[in-house]
Each structure stands twice: as structure tokens, then as C-alpha cells.
């Protein structure tokens, strides 16, 4: 079985995106090589930015290479060696807390102890009623599972997009320390307007 766990590292070579008429990046070369912040005023492109890491979205130019124990991530498999969270990407509405995990399970492992799926939401303090569908959530349960199933799930990257949306102080201080957690197993990257909230510590910082 492979290892999932594996860091992986992100190298843009003459790399542009554009969204419209938008550009974001101009013929770059960057490289994520750990805990990385994505840094940049609303509309510069991070999400964008952050969904390209993803395989969500391909450069107009140029190349960005993904790797984890020096070896090519082939763009088929980017998405089992990837996990996300981030406002554009929605979980199953109609499925209820059981079924999500069902479902996720079907294409991803968890990782293993107080870093897995169960350990996580637990600790998070998300209690939901057993027949409740996602739908019936408030914005903040919801963002405490997405963030429960990315960072729960064994891969060589976690991408985040502004984590600490729709988070208590309760939930922010839970996210911060499962983070903290997290980063040693894996490259963590985050897009975020808050640095000191919602970035690992002493992370490289990528501006747009």
C-alpha cells in the first residue's frame, strides 16, 4: 500500500493563471516545500490558487509539478493523495453525519488515533442529532466536519481555505491545535486573509 502520508511539495515553473480576465499568476516559479500561508487581498486569486494545488483547477501556462517522497503525483491521482476544505466545495447535503462518514470512507483513510475521522469530530464538540441531514446544519457544524474529514484523512497534502470560517473561539482554538497536530504527517497549506489565526506556525508564506 502506498504511503499516503507522505509530504508532498508543490514547484510551479513558468506558471500562469488567469480567471477571466484576472491574472494571478504571470509566468511564476514558486515552490511549497512545507506549512505554507497563501497570502492576499480578497480577490487576488488564493482560492484559486488553492483549487490549481487541488487538481481542481490546470495553469493556462507553464507546469506545476507535485511530488511526495520525490516522486511524480500523476494528475489522476491527485485527488486520493489530496484533501481540501474550503467554501466552494460542498459536502452531501441530503446524507446525515453516518452516511458522510460512509461515504468518505469509500474513497479515503482515515488516519489513525486521535487524528481520525471519529477522534476528531468528537473533540471538535459537533453534536448533531443521529437522522439529521447535513442541510439542517448550522454553517459552523458544517465547517467543523469538513475540517474533521481533511485533516482526519491520511494524504500528503491538506489544503485549507480560510479555516476558520464560520468557527466559535471554541472551534478556532479546537482547529489551531488539531493543525499544530497535523503538520508534522503532511504539507499543510492555507489560504487565509488571517495569518495569525488561521496559518500553521513559522509557515512560508506564498504572496499573490
Do not use: Y
Not at 33 to 54: D, E, W
Amino acid at each position: 500500500m502506498k504511503d499516503l502520508g507522505t509530504l508532498a511539495t508543490f514547484r510551479a515553473v513558468q506558471l500562469s493563471l488567469k480567471r477571466g480576465a484576472r491574472v494571478i499568476w504571470d509566468n511564476a516559479n514558486w515552490e511549497i516545500t512545507g506549512p505554507t500561508a497563501i497570502l492576499g487581498s480578497n480577490g487576488t486569486g488564493k482560492s484559486s490558487t488553492l483549487a490549481m494545488l487541488a487538481g481542481q483547477l490546470s495553469p493556462d501556462a507553464g507546469d506545476l509539478v507535485v511530488r511526495a517522497n520525490g516522486e511524480p503525483i500523476e494528475a489522476e491521482s491527485w485527488m486520493t493523495r489530496i484533501s481540501l476544505a474550503s467554501p466552494w466545495l460542498d459536502l452531501p447535503s441530503h446524507l446525515t453525519l453516518e452516511e458522510t462518514l460512509r461515504f468518505h470512507g469509500t474513497f479515503r483513510r482515515e488516519r489513525e488515533g486521535g487524528l481520525g475521522w471519529g477522534a476528531l469530530i468528537q473533540s471538535s464538540g459537533l453534536s448533531v442529532g443521529n437522522e439529521v441531514p447535513l442541510r439542517l446544519w448550522s454553517s459552523g457544524q458544517r465547517q467543523r466536519l469538513a475540517l474533521a474529514l481533511a485533516l482526519g484523512t491520511e494524504s500528503s497534502a491538506v489544503l485549507l481555505d480560510e479555516p476558520a470560517s464560520n468557527l466559535d473561539a471554541e472551534g478556532t482554538a479546537w482547529f489551531q491545535r488539531v493543525l499544530a497536530e497535523v503538520c508534522p504527517l503532511c504539507t499543510v497549506v492555507v489560504a487565509t486573509n488571517d495569518e495569525k489565526k488561521e496559518a500553521p506556525k513559522g509557515a512560508s508564506l506564498l504572496r499573490i
